[in-house]
């Protein structure tokens, strides 16, 4: 049921393998409440290539698009109608992909007569964070990395909305650096999350000793002057390590362990020269690889360790760190906020301005 003193904005993301809808909830004073998150996932599909296949992904969207968004709005209680406007990712991503949830959006908005605009899928990501502090409680300038299976930047934040890339990966992103490394390890897709599994057992085990480093990996790019990142090279090593060594089927717990080790510790040297750079007062993790336990706890640590109590650190919870419509939502209500478009009724029905 629609409230009077409520706006509605619909978040839509399709841009790699998950379909998602969300719908957020606005009050007058501008407090957002999450009233659905809903995520149909690929992964089973996709699983046994290895990874994500375009052409698959983009029939499936085809398939799940209105259901999902089906399934947002009767969890939120709401109609289509009552909308107050809708959001889509437009990129970056998968551009078969993208297109279905584009044209669907599109075809949306114009049947409820309701304005849509266009998220960048980073964007969205930098917000999940959002979805959990109150922007009140952030101070600025923050420093964010964003790390996922497409991604990983270093970006700074200001207290006026203003972002800047400040650091990028010049070959893969961290999360395909999990993927790739898990499947040379014979370990299935996402890699992410079962490297991190294997990983957390090894340094648990009896086997692990913090002062021996018994299977050694590059960190590339770690003491390099800029803020970029390269992990392709990190990747090669293990596949050479993996090559000399006849016993690796047995040890992929401790090759699991060392190379997760190699990729934190570039992402958290990096992110802490940033915040040194930029001065900042915040710092947050965003995107898949941030739902990864020993990155946040690392993160947390060195962040105490070099700054005190002076910078604060968030993460975004478990739900909203891979791709999800939510984040997409949230982008939406920031940026009508800072073109003071709040409430939306001064956004023209329809204008799809941006796509
Ligand atoms: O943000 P996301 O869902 O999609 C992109 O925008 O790319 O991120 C997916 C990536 C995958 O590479 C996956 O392996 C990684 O996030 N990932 C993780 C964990 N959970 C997902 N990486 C490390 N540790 C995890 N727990
Ligand atoms: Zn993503």
């Known amino acids: ?57 983009a029939r499936e969207h085809v398939l799940n698009i209105l259901p999902v968004i089906n399934e947002a709005l009767k969890k939120a209680k709401l109609a289509g109608p009552d909308l107050s406007a809708l959001a889509v990712t437009t990129g970056p991503g998968l551009i078969t992909s993208l297109i279905c949830g584009v044209e669907t959006a599109k075809a949306l908005a114009y049947t409820w007569k309701k304005p849509l605009l266009a998220i960048n899928h980073i ?58 490394g898990a499947k040379m390890l014979g370990l299935g897709y996402p890699g992410g999350p079962i490297i991190s599994k294997l990983a957390k057992k090894y340094k648990e085990s009896p086997n692990f000793s913090p002062n021996e480093e018994k299977i050694k990996l590059p960190r590339p790019m770690i003491d390099s002057p800029d803020l970029d990142f390269s992990f392709s090279g990190l990747k090669t090593a293990l596949l050479y390590e993996l090559k000399k060594d006849k016993n690796w089927e047995n040890r992929k717990e401790e090759y699991s362990y060392y190379y997760q080790q190699a990729i934190i510790d570039v992402l958290i040297r990096k992110t802490i020269k940033a915040t040194k750079k930029y001065k900042a007062q915040t710092v947050m993790l965003t995107g898949g690889v941030s739902a990864n336990t020993q990155l946040r706890k690392e993160m947390g640590e060195e962040i105490e360790k070099n700054f005190s109590n002076k910078v604060s650190f968030f993460s975004p919870q478990l739900k909203h760190t891979t791709d999800n419509a939510a984040m997409i939502a949230m982008a939406a209500v920031f940026k009508l906020a800072k073109k003071k478009n709040w409430p939306i009724k001064n956004v023209s029905a329809n204008s799809g301005a941006e796509l």
């Open 1 to 57: 049921m629609r409230n009077k003193n409520l706006q509605y904005v619909l978040g839509i993301e399709s841009s790699c393998d998950e379909t998602a809808a969300a719908i957020l909830s606005v009050n007058k004073a501008g407090e957002v409440e999450e009233l659905s998150n809903v995520i149909s996932s690929q992964i089973n599909i996709h699983k046994k290539y290895g990874g994500v296949v375009p052409e698959i992904a």
């Open 123 to 180: 964007e969205g990501h930098i917000y999940a964070n959002f979805l959990t502090v109150n922007k009140k409680d952030v101070k600025f300038p923050a420093v964010i990395l964003t790390v996922s299976g497409g991604h990983t930047t270093l970006l700074t934040m200001t207290k006026g909305g203003s972002i800047s890339i400040v650091g990028e990966t010049r070959d893969d992103a961290a999360g395909e650096a999990y993927d790739k």
